[in-house]
């Protein structure tokens, strides 16, 4: 029997979605980091040269979408943009932290407490040759553990893979 027949009636339809949730919070939290590193580059354009900036590219839309006087306003706009960006990163990552903590946790305990009846419900001699303290702690700690931080790496490594593909894809385009 394979660890992921015990962890199936743990995993229903909801939990799956629930992963997911968690999967392409963690892709948004990386497109506003994205979107963070991607405004550093405008920022010190116009930190260097506010005047000459603010006629070509992004400057230049900032410039004139709030309707800016002066061109070394442009740079507290794109300096609070980064600003704003970098904190929405971190209020969602704490925020998608709290609600993978809570999944993991009520995953972790429904499989331990499945590996806990099916310890109990072993024959009798089985419990004689095993040392029971150490089955248990095995049980409810070292296995259940193990389990959820093997999900939440997974979720980790589908989540950062996609992110740097679009990355890649963005420097290919950009290129």
Known sequence: MSIF????PCLNQRHFLKLLFLFFGSILTGFFE??????LWPFIQVSLDPDRAIFS???KLIFEFFNLN???QVVTVIGLLIALAFSAKTVIMILFSYIEFQF???????LAQTFISLYINMSFERHLTYQPEKILNTLTSTVAGAI?????QIIY????SVIGIILL????ILW
């Open 104 to 110: 993991l946790s009520k995953w972790r305990n429904k």
């Open 148 to 152: 959820s931080g093997f999900v939440s």
């Open 70 to 72: 002066q061109a070394s």
């Open 57 to 59: 590219g992004f400057p």
């Open 169 to 172: 894809a963005c420097l290919v």
């Open 34 to 39: 994205l979107f963070g590193l991607m405004m």
């Open 5 to 8: 027949t015990f962890s199936q």
């Open 157 to 160: 490594f589908l989540s950062y």
